[in-house]
């Protein structure tokens, strides 16, 4: 297991991140996705520590907070010290009473969702705490100054951010600059081999601003499991059988499939170790969150920690998931090629 830096930080994550988002099986979407107890959570995470993975990923809305009280008490169980493991946590979604303001990034709703994750956490802190998502009501300042207090009352060491816009994540970098705010370290999103939609904005954002990139779905809900192809329907027990996120080209994603499928067999690996590895062996990754539900599903995905691909194999994959030429990216190449390839050429020579 490698270990990377976290955005600006001097922080260290595993390149493999536990997420728990199985962890409950609450009534509702969060039965399609995963029901495990607390014994068979705890089976997970300490597989997950003995592996060396440090990095731990949940979220308040979860099977309703259940998924939070599992790890929590998983971690207490297994008597995991605090200073071995990275926790985040989300907050945005309706949690609580459901009323009106149990919701959303205003400072009402990230107040009251900080104290709640941390009991049921059963943690004095929170090491990473992520706005899982937009909130148009509230404005993007108040949310960034309600996230500075949490850090410097020590509720939380490191804020980040899910499923936002660049120039939205932009805004609040600017805004946390200005006013001497702690800022966005991180951003969790999703992106695959099939899925390279972030590329497009977000991926220059993350590196001029040097946020760090946490995955999600890194196997497309299981499309990329090489448990189906274009020639079989959707796998019984995968989890797009009944619950068919995120979205994907799927012509696009059997395409991959095929080819990784092809680089698989000779190592005698999975087309999901094959999916993985591409992940991580793209320089703007820094975590990527692996969701099992079973012990041998776990020690599949981690093994994809050692499958090194070629700079062909990477070639082949990167053309046949390549992203349609879209505006503004494609006049931009156009007239900054020729300084873009001297930048790169001097950053060789040096």
């Not at 959303?104 to 104290?115: F, L, Q, T, W």
């Not at 070639?315 to 494609?330: F, H």
């Amino acid at each position: 297991m490698q270990y990377r830096k976290f955005g600006r930080t001097g922080l260290l994550v595993s390149e493999l991140c536990l997420g728990t988002m199985t962890f409950g099986g609450a009534p509702g979407i969060w039965e399609h996705i995963g029901q495990l107890q607390q014994s068979e959570a705890e089976g997970l995470l300490g597989r997950s520590l003995d592996a060396g993975i440090n990095f731990i990923d949940t979220a308040d809305v979860y099977s309703d907070g259940l998924s939070e009280t599992i790890t929590g008490q998983a971690l207490k169980n297994l008597q995991v010290p605090r200073d071995r493991v990275v926790v985040a946590t989300k907050v945005l979604g309706e949690t609580g009473s459901k009323g009106v303001n149990s919701a959303g990034a205003s400072r009402y709703h990230i107040m009251d969702g900080v104290k709640a994750s941390l009991k049921r956490l059963q943690l004095d802190h929170i090491d990473l705490y992520q706005i899982h998502g937009t909130d148009p009501l509230t404005p993007i300042e108040e949310t960034v100054r309600a996230l500075d207090d949490l850090v410097r009352q020590g509720h939380v060491r490191y804020v980040g951010v899910s499923n936002w816009a660049a120039w939205q994540i932009a805004k609040a970098l600017g805004i946390a600059e200005r006013d001497r705010l702690a800022r966005f370290e991180s951003l969790q999103a999703y992106y695959t081999v099939a899925g390279r939609d972030l590329e497009r904005e977000l991926v220059p954002m993350l590196r001029s601003e040097q946020l760090g990139l946490m995955v999600w779905s890194p196997l497309a809900g299981g499309l990329l499991s090489g448990k189906v192809d274009r020639h079989t329907a959707t796998a019984e027990g995968s989890r797009r059988a009944s619950f068919d996120f995120p979205p994907v080209n799927v012509e696009r994603a059997y395409d991959c499939i095929d080819l990784m499928r092809q680089f698989a067999q000779p190592r005698g690996v999975s087309v999901a170790q094959i999916a993985l590895a591409w992940l991580l062996h793209q320089p703007v990754v820094t975590s990527v969150i692996v969701g099992a539900k079973r012990i041998d599903q776990l020690d599949d995905n981690i093994a994809a920690t050692e499958v090194r691909l070629t700079a062909d194999e990477l070639a082949a994959l990167d053309k046949a998931s390549a992203l349609a030429p879209e505006y503004p990216g494609w006049m931009l190449a156009r007239q900054g090629g020729v300084r873009a390839q001297r930048l790169a050429d001097s950053g060789r020579r040096g």
